[in-house]
């Protein structure tokens, strides 16, 4: 089983930014993609960025030249870069890990991290 601890969030102002971060321990898997999800009050939860361990990576169109997503394989950590953040961001920010391409509709049966709150205050 793989655990998930992320690190990071906060209050911040319109056009502030923030990090954030997730290490992965237990069984790890190899090939693998880490990346993050977002979960609004009221909405589904919504595939942010991810990148494989050879530095592969995908963004959502709505963060897209904002976020930066980049990973240090030697610590198994992912790490997310919030840059002109906007109200819309807010949300619970979660980490994840899987052998193959993250997918909008990861099953929560999977291993998530516990999630961290991300507020922008207009």
């Known amino acids: 089983q793989v655990q998930l601890v992320e690190s990071g969030g906060g209050l911040v102002q319109a056009g502030g930014s923030l990090s954030l971060s997730c290490a992965a321990s237990g069984s790890i898997f190899r090939p693998n993609y880490m990346g993050w999800y977002r979960q609004a009050p009221g909405k589904q939860r919504e595939l942010v960025a991810q990148?494989?361990?050879?530095?592969?990576?995908m963004y959502a169109d709505s963060v897209e030249g904002r976020f930066t997503i980049s990973r240090d394989n030697s610590k198994n950590t992912v790490y997310l870069q919030m840059n002109s953040l906007k109200p819309e961001d807010t949300a619970v920010y979660y980490c994840?890990?899987?052998?193959?391409?993250?997918?909008?509709?990861?099953?929560?049966?999977?291993?998530w991290g516990q999630g961290t709150q991300v507020t922008v205050s207009s």
């Open positions: 990148m494989s361990n050879g530095g592969r990576t």
């Open positions: 994840a890990l899987d052998p193959f391409p993250l997918v909008a509709t990861r099953s929560l049966s999977r291993p």
